[in-house]
């Protein structure tokens, strides 16, 4: 379990003065990182994480109710004793229980965000609220440097792209329905690749596997909103100024990669090299009618065989599950696009689609990209069969094959999945 700042602390004192040689204390972190925590810790962190979060609530849901009724002054009180007592109270708590200070300075970073709102409110500062989330992004680093906590680290890589997609919110609110949605998805998604990537494999690294978490839940919507908000697809627009446009993707693709730059280092090429993979699928979604052209699913397929790549080469778990919903997704996509161009061989490519990543499951080992090809091969087929086959034959005829495909194919389909699957597990071993 990692060592407590305060038992570092004096390691440093007691260094400093001689009464600890530097290998007796290396030795004493050695021996606390190495120790294990006891087992059945779920219950605390449970019960720690309720607790902060039904405190948070309760104290906020106070204030509002009784909001209107204080005056000014007490108002300001509320806000300063509100935002300073949680972190007071970890203080005195870290001495005694490590995780009840780590939860309620997280209780007190949060809250701040309440405050600076609230003060705004109070003394009728001008309105700009990323202003506003810039100054509690700040608080939260602030805590991070000052306590090296996990929750902090967190809140300061949610707060932090919170604040600088406002910026662009606000810069941009007059030119919806152009590409100014489209910049800040391919920055989102971009950055939710740096996010998972920044966790460090193999090690017990708490703030990487939070903020890795955070990655994984804000990429597919980034991702699919990349797509749909093209300039494409609005019957109206206003035109993004050209020197908003050029900053707005200076920012989108280089920010991510410099941010994964000191931490994975020489990896961070990969980084790099998914920025202008990104803006080439924000091309392609925004000057070529996916209906009537192969190019977009072809694109989403490779992504996601690209991203599964990434996943195997880094033993990263987090991208192989993104690569697999990834897949799906394209599938879904290349099945839209060949029912919409009303063309067997369209059909084809999409089952050979299938065929391909099925096999790059069987070369690579991973039974769960057998599976999904697998499961979308037989979608396909289904699909097909739906848009071009049954409204040719009379009812009955129609629900005989429905049924024949059903048995048949599913049989076939199992018996070629656990055949791939030996194949696979033979490749692994």
């Known amino acids: 379990m990692p060592i407590s700042p305060k038992l570092e602390k004096k390691l440093s004192e007691w260094t400093a003065a001689g009464a600890l040689d530097v290998g007796s204390a290396q030795r004493v972190r050695d021996y606390e990182n190495a120790r294990v925590e006891p087992r059945f810790r779920w219950p605390i962190i449970i019960a720690l994480a309720f607790g902060a979060l039904l405190m948070g609530a309760g104290i906020l ?21 509100m935002t300073a007592g949680f972190h007071v109270a970890g203080a005195f708590a870290a001495e005694k229980f490590e995780k009840l200070a780590i939860a309620l300075h997280a209780i007190g970073t949060v809250t701040l965000g309440a405050g600076i709102f609230l003060a705004g409110q109070i003394f009728n500062l001008e309105e700009h609220w990323p202003g506003g989330v810039m100054l509690w992004a700040l608080g939260a680093w602030i805590a ?107 920012g989108a693709l280089l920010l991510p990669a410099l941010l994964a730059l000191p931490f994975r280092r020489a990896k961070a090429w990969m980084n790099a ?84 990543w099925c096999w790059y499951g069987t070369r690579y080992g991973q039974k769960a990209m057998i599976n999904g090809g697998i499961a979308m091969f037989g979608v396909t087929v289904m699909f097909f069969y739906f848009s071009s086959i049954m409204d040719k034959m009379d009812r009955s005829l129609s629900l005989i094959g429905l049924g024949l495909l059903f048995l048949l194919g599913g049989w076939f389909l199992e018996k070629t999945r656990r055949r791939l699957v030996a194949m696979a597990k033979g490749a692994g071993a």
């Open 144 to 250: 991070w440097f000052i306590r090296r906590d996990w929750t902090q680290a967190l809140l300061a890589a949610i707060l932090t792209p919170w604040w600088l997609a406002g910026e662009w919110m606000v810069a941009t609110q007059r030119h919806h329905g152009n590409s100014a949605e489209q910049i800040l998805a391919a920055g989102i998604a971009l950055l939710s690749l740096a996010y998972i990537s920044l966790r460090k494999t193999g090690e017990r690294d708490l703030a990487g596997r939070a903020i890795s978490a955070v990655g994984c839940v804000a990429f597919l919507p980034a991702a699919v909103t990349l797509i749909l908000e093209s300039p494409f697809r609005w019957w109206w627009s206003n035109p993004l100024p050209s020197n908003l446009r050029l900053m707005g993707w200076t």
């Open 273 to 356: 090299v998914a920025a202008p993979w990104v803006f080439l699928g924000s091309y392609l979604a925004g000057f070529i009618a996916i209906e009537k052209n192969a190019v977009l699913p072809i694109w989403a397929v490779s992504t996601a065989a690209l991203m599964m790549a990434w996943g195997i080469a880094e033993e990263r778990r987090e991208l192989r599950i993104l690569a697999q919903f990834a897949f799906g997704f394209a599938a879904v996509d290349a099945m839209v696009w060949a029912n919409d161009s009303k063309s067997f061989f369209a059909f084809l490519v999409c089952l050979a689609g299938c065929v391909a």
């Open 61 to 81: 849901l106070f204030i509002a109710a009784h909001w209107d009724d204080l005056s000014p002054s007490s108002r300001f009180a509320l806000v300063l004793v």
